[in-house]
């Protein structure tokens, strides 16, 4: 980028994610706050946190690298392990933030 002016940049990502959930059907808010792909992660995240998963699962879950040498080198990815850590999750929401169907 040397010699181009430096102008904001900001990916399309998030109007195009809300233009497939209006084109679904489905909410583009939750709770007041806009749907995009960042606030989906960020809940994920989260959900994983308040749901007690172990951090090694949590980290792959999230596409982190992993923090630790016996981690990194020497563990496998285990769908059944992963599986079990996603299934902590809670999935209940609360009424007032259900869309409401029409």
């Known amino acids: 980028m040397r010699g181009l002016?430096?102008?904001?940049?900001?990916e399309e990502h998030a109007d195009?994610?809300?233009e497939?959930?209006?084109a679904a059907g489905c909410a583009t808010t939750f709770a007041g706050e806009a749907l995009t792909p960042?606030?989906?992660?960020?809940?994920?995240?989260?959900?994983?946190t308040e749901g007690h998963a172990a951090d090694a699962a949590h980290n792959r879950l999230m596409g982190h690298r992993?923090?630790?040498t016996k981690t990194l080198n020497y563990s496998a990815k285990l769908l059944p392990f992963l599986a079990k850590e996603i299934a902590r999750i809670a999935f209940l929401?609360?009424?007032q933030a259900?869309?409401?169907v029409a």
């Not at 002016?5 to 900001?10: P, S």
């Not at 960042?38 to 994983?48: D, E, G, V």
């Open 98 to 100: 259900l869309p409401e």
């Open 66 to 68: 992993p923090r630790d």
């Open 38 to 48: 960042y606030a989906l992660r960020h809940m994920f995240s989260t959900l994983l």
């Open 93 to 95: 929401l609360p009424a």
């Open 5 to 10: 002016a430096r102008m904001a940049y900001r």
């Open 16 to 18: 195009t994610f809300r």
């Open 20 to 22: 497939d959930l209006v």
